[in-house]
């Protein structure tokens, strides 16, 4: 059986290849060594970075209860080290998510950290791009 292009979109697994992939297409997204590895920032914050040890991502998550939350429910996919043990972060392992996982992750993280004015012109622009609502006036701008 041959794998189809959404067959593999959900398979397990992702490489580092595609964490920078991933990382990199945010805006103002940036590559830089953290810990001796490769570590993504928005703007000057962390976002994500990987670890050799234990092939893992850094993930920083909304609070402890979170992470405990996510440790507790999927220990085979999410675990920390002592190091992370006072921190809301989160080690996931990357063979464990697919890459729809990960741009879920990602996507959460930088709503967090991606500057406010920034976040409000993206969506702006997709407002712009969304359909009309069937009914609705049309603008009188530009007139």
């Known amino acids: 059986m041959t794998k189809t292009k959404s067959t593999k ?3 397990k697994g992702v490489t580092p290849a595609q964490v920078k992939k991933i990382a990199l297409s945010f805006p103002l997204a940036s590559e830089k060594p953290s810990y001796n590895r490769p570590a993504f920032f928005i703007a000057k914050k962390f976002f994500t ?3 050799a040890d234990d092939n893992s991502l850094v993930m920083i998550v909304d609070g402890m209860e979170t992470r405990d939350m996510m440790l507790e429910l999927d220990p085979k996919t999410y ?3 002592d190091h992370y043990q006072d921190y809301p972060a989160v080690l996931v392992r990357a063979e464990r998510i697919t890459v729809d996982e990960l741009k879920i992750m990602l ?15 993206m969506e702006m622009r997709t407002q712009d791009n969304a359909p009309a609502k069937k009914g609705a006036k049309k603008s009188r701008k530009g007139r």
């Not at 996507?107 to 012109?121: H, N, V």
């Open 107 to 121: 996507d959460r993280r930088f709503r967090k950290i991606a500057p406010k004015k920034l976040l409000k012109e």
């Open 9 to 11: 979109a959900k398979s």
């Open 79 to 81: 675990h920390i080290t």
């Open 49 to 51: 970075r990987l670890r």
